[in-house]
């Protein structure tokens, strides 16, 4: 078992920490901009490791769920630009991270204190639930202006998560979505003032962390509802 907080990648250089409230496992995303690299994308597998561990080594069904937080008015700015395009296996670890998140063993919650931009809106999607600052921030696609396709698996992803209006807009426009108009969109389940998303985001996650005692059977639920949603993007989804 972990002694939590968990620094990671390590305690002399870390841009994330795994801790520990009562039921809920708390990851603290807290890079500059929360760019996705490998080492990055990395130190979130080895986060959803620890928690997996600590939900399988359980002798009874508990409440559990996770939930994860940007910092400032970041939540994260989506991938590493120069290095998804200069270290080939890069896409494959990121995409990676969005398949064990969406289909993760316990309820998952991202508490989106600040802009969600491309990678990081994909990250926010595959939570099962999303909470959203009200007063500052937007969620966002921007391939369509840097310009840069989506891989299936990420489209796949979106499909699963938005009406074909929604995808639309998001994806052929770049629109940038307020909080008003994530949650109209539903895109995200609340919207709340900066300084209550995280509050809000772990009321949420307790609030569904009863479903973790359903074992094995939280995850099978997911891997059928994503399977069959994705089922021809899976490839790419899978590493």
Not at 82 to 101: E, K
Not at 123 to 150: F, I, K, Q, T, W
Not at 204 to 210: E, Q, S
Request: hydrophobic share 40%; net charge negative.
């Amino acid at each position: 078992m972990s002694a939590f907080p968990v620094a990671l990648p390590s305690k002399e250089h870390h841009s994330m920490t795994l801790s520990k409230e009562g039921p809920l496992f708390i990851l603290h995303l807290h890079d500059k901009d929360n760019r996705f690299n490998t080492e990055f994308c990395q130190s979130i597998l080895k986060a959803l490791q620890i928690v997996e561990d600590a939900f399988v080594s359980s002798e009874d069904p508990v409440d559990m769920a996770l939930v994860t937080l940007g910092n400032d008015k970041i939540y994260s700015n989506g991938l590493d630009l120069m290095h998804a395009l200069s270290y080939g296996p890069f896409m494959d670890i990121y995409l990676t991270v969005l398949r064990r998140l969406v289909t993760f063993c316990i309820p998952t919650v991202a508490a989106i204190n600040g802009h969600a931009f491309a990678g990081g809106c994909m990250l926010a999607l595959a939570h099962d639930y999303r909470v959203m600052r009200s007063d500052r921030g937007y969620m966002c696609m921007n391939e369509v202006d840097l310009p840069s396709p989506l891989a299936p698996g990420m489209a796949g992803l979106l499909r699963y998560k938005m009406s074909p209006k929604t995808y639309r807009d998001m994806v052929l426009q770049g629109h940038r979505f307020t909080a008003q108009e994530a949650l109209d969109q539903e895109l995200v389940d609340i919207i709340c003032p900066g300084d209550q998303v995280f509050d809000k985001a772990k009321e949420l996650a307790l609030k569904w962390a009863p479903k973790a005692k359903s074992g094995i059977v939280y995850k099978q639920l997911k891997d059928e509802v994503t399977t069959f949603t994705l089922i021809e993007d899976c490839d790419c989804l899978t590493p």
